[in-house]
């Protein structure tokens, strides 16, 4: 598959640019729950297809993670605005997100892709809890 690079410009058809104005005005966590509502209302899936890597041995360098886990460590003083964190982020209702935040050291999200792991991460600790990425 093609990567677009940032600085390149991309040609929008006209019947869709309304709809890539206002994709390009959100947050990646917008755009994460935007999928998941696609995948949930059209019984599709947002993974990408495996493609043939490199062989085995072949000397190139070990691509950076693009998945993290997000570990709370604490939850800090603060500790309802960390559930809010988590409630909102992580999609759940108030007693779920309540019970992983009480549990802290736990881990909060498995196989997050990195910048939603570390927006997470920020907002948590802006709020005074403390969080590691795996």
């Given at each position: 598959?093609?990567?677009?690079?940032?600085?390149?410009?991309?040609?929008?058809?006209?019947?869709?640019?309304?709809?890539?104005?206002e994709?390009?005005?959100?947050?990646?966590?917008?755009?994460?729950?935007?999928?998941?509502?696609f995948?949930?209302?059209?019984?599709?899936?947002?993974?990408?297809?495996?493609?043939?890597?490199?062989?085995?041995?072949?000397?190139?360098?070990?691509?950076?993670?693009?998945?993290?886990?997000?570990?709370?460590?604490d939850?800090?003083?603060?500790?309802?605005?960390?559930?809010?964190?988590?409630?909102?982020?992580?999609?759940?209702?108030?007693?779920?997100?309540?019970?992983?935040?009480d549990?802290?050291?736990?881990?909060?999200?498995e196989?997050?892709?990195?910048?939603?792991?570390?927006?997470?991460?920020?907002?948590?600790?802006?709020?005074?809890?403390?969080v590691n990425?795996?």
């Open positions: 598959m093609d990567e677009v690079k940032k600085d390149e410009i991309v040609e929008v058809p006209a019947k869709f640019s309304k709809i890539v104005e994709v390009e005005k959100m947050s990646v966590l917008d755009l994460n729950e935007l999928v998941k509502v995948e949930k209302k059209f019984g599709v899936s947002a993974t990408a297809v495996a493609t043939a890597g490199p062989a085995a041995g072949s000397g190139e360098a070990k691509e950076e993670k693009s998945t993290l886990t997000v570990e709370l460590t939850a800090g003083a603060q500790k309802i605005a960390i559930i809010k964190i988590v409630k909102e982020v992580l999609s759940l209702g108030l007693k779920d997100a309540k019970d992983k935040v549990a802290a050291p736990t881990v909060l999200v196989n997050m892709k990195k910048e939603e792991a570390e927006e997470l991460k920020k907002k948590i600790e802006e709020a005074g809890g403390k990425l795996k």
